[in-house]
């Protein structure tokens, strides 16, 4: 997902997609820790997303004050 593409999401939608994502990426951090999985990188990846979408409801938030 793009940073185009965040932007054009509603914010209930991102909320959504936010907690998804939040939950994948936990899942992703135990499994990784058991055993190490094929892509460290997805780790990092996900994380920045996660950040991404933080970023832009905070944006929203304060805009709308």
Not at 49 to 64: D, F, G, H, S, W
Request: overall charge positive; hydrophobic content about 30%; cysteine-free.
């Amino acid at each position: 997902m793009k940073k185009v593409e965040i932007k054009e999401l509603s914010t209930q939608d991102l909320k959504e997609r936010l907690e998804v994502m939040e939950h994948e990426y936990a899942q992703l951090k135990i499994n990784h820790s058991v055993s190490p999985i094929d892509n460290p990188a997805q780790i990092r990846r996900d994380r920045r997303m996660i950040a991404r979408v933080k970023t832009e409801l905070r944006q929203r938030e304060l805009n709308n004050k």
